[in-house]
C-alpha cells in the first residue's frame, strides 16, 4: 500500500488525539453526574445498535454475489430496501409517537435481527423479505432512537444544551470509533478466520439481541402522542406542522438534501478515487473517511458547548466546504488526463480526491450532531418520530434513482 494512504490517515489520527485533548472547560459543557449515567447507557446502546449496522454494509453486496446474483438482481434487492424503509419503514417509525418510544426502537432490533437470519438463505424471494426487514430498521434507527432520548432527557429534567454533548459523543463514537472496529472484526471474521460472508451478520444479530436486552432491562417508556391518535390523523397532524412553520419544512429539505449528497458520495467514490482501475485499499480508505467523521464530530462538540454559537450560523459555512470538497472531482478532469494504462497506484487527481473526500467526510461529522440539535429544537414532541421519518421520504426516492442509475460494479456499497 501506497505511503500517501498512510500520511493521510496518521494526520486525522493525530488531528483527532489532539482535537480532544486541547479541549478546556469552554469547549466543554458542564453536566451532573446523573446527566453523565444517564448519556453513558444511552451511548453504550447507541454504539451496540450502530455495531449491528456497521457490520452489516461492507458485505451486502459480496453476500449477495457470492450467491450468484447480478448486477441487475442485486441492484433491485438494494432498490427494495430503500423503497421499504419509504413506504412500511415511514408507517412502522410514525407509530413510535403513538405505541411508545421503547417498543420501537425494540421493533428495531428485532427486524434487523430478523433481516440478518434471513442472509443464510441464498432464495432470492427471502433475500427480498429481508431487505424489507432491514429498510424498516434503518427508518426506526434514525427516528425511534433520536426521538426517545429526546423525550426521555426532557423528562428527566436535564438542561437542554446538554442534549449537544449526548448528540456528540453519540455520533463521535457510533459513527466514527464503532465503524472503524466494525470494519475491522468484519474482516476478521471473513478473512481471517474464514467464516464466510454470514458472519458479520451473525455477530450484528448478537450485537443487536445485546442491546434490546439492555433497552428491555433498563429503558423506560415515552410517547410522544398523548392523545393516541389514529395513524391517518397523525400523519395530518405531521403535515400541517410541517407546513405551518417554515423552519420545520426548510430543517427537512436541508437534511435531504446533505443526506442525499452523502449517498452519492458512497455510490461513487470508488470511481472517483480509481477511475482506470488503479489499486487502492478500500477497507483502509473507509476507515480514514471515519476517522474524518471523527475529527468533524469532535470539532462539532466544541462549537455545541458555546451557547452563544447558532449551529444555522456555522452550518452555512459546512454547507459550503462540503459543497466545494465535492466540487473536486470536476476540478481535476482539467488538471490530469487519466493514463492509457490500466492499474496501478493512485494517480494525482485521486490524492487530490481523497484530501477533498476527507474534508467532507468532516464535515459530515460536524452535520450529523449538529441536525440533530436543530432538529431537537426545532420538531414538536408529539410527532418527532412521524416528522423525522417524513424528512426521510425524499431521501429515499432520491437514493432509488440514483440506485436506478449506477453501475453496480463501479460501486463499493458501504450501504445496507
Not at 415511514?90 to 403513538?98: P, W
Not at 421503547?102 to 427486524?111: D, E, L, Q, S
Not at 481471517?192 to 444479530?205: E, H, I, K, Q, S
Not at 452563544?308 to 459543497?323: A, G, K, P, W
Request: aromatic share 14%; hydrophobic share 50%.
Amino acid at each position: 500500500m501506497e505511503s500517501f494512504y498512510f500520511v493521510v490517515f496518521a494526520c486525522l489520527a493525530a488531528l483527532v488525539v489532539a482535537m480532544e485533548l486541547s479541549k478546556n472547560s469552554k469547549d466543554r459543557i458542564g453536566t451532573s453526574s446523573s446527566f453523565n449515567s444517564f448519556m453513558n447507557s444511552y451511548i453504550i446502546v447507541y454504539s451496540l445498535m450502530m455495531a449491528g449496522d456497521w457490520l452489516q454494509g461492507p458485505y451486502v453486496y459480496y453476500l449477495y454475489s457470492t450467491y450468484g446474483f447480478g448486477k441487475g438482481e442485486i441492484g433491485q434487492l438494494f432498490i427494495a430496501g430503500f423503497g421499504s424503509s419509504m413506504l412500511f419503514g415511514t408507517l412502522v417509525g410514525s407509530l413510535a409517537d403513538k405505541q411508545g418510544r421503547k417498543r420501537a426502537c425494540v421493533t428495531y432490533c428485532i427486524t434487523y435481527m430478523l433481516s440478518c437470519v434471513t442472509k443464510h438463505s441464498s432464495e432470492y424471494k427471502i433475500l427480498m423479505l429481508g431487505r424489507i426487514f432491514g429498510g424498516i430498521a434503518t427508518s426506526l434507527l434514525f427516528s425511534a432512537f433520536e426521538s426517545w432520548l429526546v423525550a426521555e432527557h426532557n423528562k428527566r429534567g436535564f438542561d437542554q444544551q446538554w442534549l449537544s454533548e449526548t448528540f456528540s459523543k453519540a455520533i463521535f463514537l457510533g459513527n466514527g470509533l464503532v465503524a472503524i472496529i466494525s470494519g475491522l472484526f468484519g474482516n476478521l471474521l471473513v478473512d481471517t478466520l474464514a467464516l464466510g460472508p454470514v458472519a458479520p451478520f451473525d455477530a450484528a444479530a448478537c450485537f443487536l439481541a445485546f442491546g434490546m436486552v439492555i433497552i428491555l432491562a433498563s429503558w423506560t417508556e415515552n410517547y410522544g402522542d398523548p392523545e393516541k391518535k389514529n395513524l391517518l390523523a397523525q400523519f395530518k397532524g405531521a403535515a400541517l406542522a410541517i407546513a405551518s412553520d417554515e423552519r420545520i419544512a426548510l430543517l427537512g429539505a436541508i437534511q435531504s438534501l446533505f443526506e442525499g449528497s452523502m449517498y452519492t458520495f458512497v455510490f461513487l467514490w470508488t470511481p472517483a478515487l480509481s477511475p482506470n482501475d488503479e489499486e487502492i485499499p478500500h477497507g483502509f480508505i473507509f476507515a480514514t473517511f471515519m476517522l474524518a467523521s471523527m475529527l468533524g464530530s469532535s470539532f462539532a462538540s466544541r462549537l455545541l458547548a458555546h451557547s452563544s454559537l447558532r449551529v444555522e450560523s456555522y452550518m452555512q459555512i459546512v454547507f459550503i466546504i462540503s459543497s466545494a470538497s465535492l466540487l473536486i472531482p470536476i476540478l481535476t478532469n482539467f488538471l490530469e488526463t487519466p493514463p492509457d494504462v490500466r492499474g496501478g497506484g493512485i494517480s494525482l487527481s485521486g490524492s487530490l480526491q481523497l484530501i477533498g473526500f476527507s474534508t467532507f467526510e468532516a464535515c459530515v461529522g460536524i452535520f450529523w450532531p449538529s441536525i440533530m440539535k436543530m432538529r431537537s429544537q426545532y420538531i414538536p414532541e408529539e410527532a418527532r418520530s412521524t416528522i423525522m421519518n417524513f424528512f426521510r421520504i425524499p431521501l429515499n426516492v432520491f437514493v432509488c434513482i440514483v440506485l436506478y442509475n449506477v453501475s453496480f460494479d463501479q460501486c463499493f456499497v458501504f450501504i445496507h
